[in-house]
């Protein structure tokens, strides 16, 4: 069964400090992964993809996520934070061998401070 | 704007009454999933369409039913509704059949309240 995690509900930083988010996977084949935001009383937009290639994947306003094979994880990363990336985020897996639907991990909120 | 349209955008209804929910996917998108969003549960995966069939079903409760129509919209119907079943509701659609890299474009969502 495919699962995500993430394994913090809240992330503080402050505006112009690099800012990490972070996602654990568990899937039974090859893992497609996927970083989504949503702010308030608004749908998910996606943010960046991994299927497969390049280690560091690199997405809309300035995120970019690490994939790592060996620790099973996708963390996203911004190297200076804005207060505007202040929003919840999700995590979400497709497992190759086992269809289309995302799954989603409970996600993380950030909170950027001025 | 994801092109996702959702309708209603909010929704409020007493136990035991049956609603709609209308979503029409992006221009070209032939997949339709929907999704349920709650505080204690997040975001659960209910049921996928593609090109009118089904093709996918999480954990969805046998008082919900979904179908995909000719021209790609879908509804998802849910009956006896109970207190639990408030939650904020999203369609989503993608542009690939089952499998693939292809990511899904959310629409904004209807807030079902049960009273």
């Known amino acids: 069964a495919q699962s995500v995690a993430q394994p913090e509900d809240q992330v503080n930083v402050a505006e112009g400090n690099p800012l990490t988010v972070k996602c654990t996977y568990s899937v039974s084949g090859n893992p497609y992964l996927f970083w989504y935001v949503q702010y308030p009383n608004r749908g998910l937009q996606f943010l960046l993809k991994?299927?497969?290639?390049?280690?560091l994947v690199k997405g809309s306003y300035g995120f970019e996520a690490e994939f790592n094979k060996s620790q099973t994880s996708f963390h996203l990363k911004k190297p200076s934070a804005l207060v505007s990336d202040s929003a919840l985020y999700f995590c979400?897996?497709?497992?190759?061998?086992?269809?289309?639907?995302?799954?989603f991990g409970k996600g993380t909120t950030l909170s950027v401070s001025s | 704007d994801s092109g996702v349209t959702q309708t209603p955008k909010h929704l409020i209804t007493a136990t035991g009454q049956r609603v709609t929910l209308r979503c029409s996917p992006r221009s070209g998108d032939l997949s339709v999933y929907w999704y349920q969003q709650s505080l204690d549960q997040g975001l659960q995966f209910l049921i996928q369409y593609y090109n009118g069939e089904e093709r996918a079903k999480g954990n969805i409760l046998e008082r919900f039913s979904a179908q995909q129509f000719p021209d790609l919209h879908s509804e998802l119907n849910l009956s006896s509704l109970e207190l639990g079943d408030s939650a904020l509701y999203f369609c989503?659609?993608?542009?690939?059949?089952?499998?693939?890299?292809?990511?899904?474009?959310f629409g904004n969502g209807t807030r079902l309240t049960v009273t």
């Open positions: 991994y299927i497969t290639g390049d280690n």
């Open positions: 979400a897996v497709r497992d190759d061998q086992a269809g289309t639907a995302l799954i």
């Open positions: 989503a659609s993608s542009v690939t059949s089952p499998g693939g890299g292809s990511p899904l474009h």
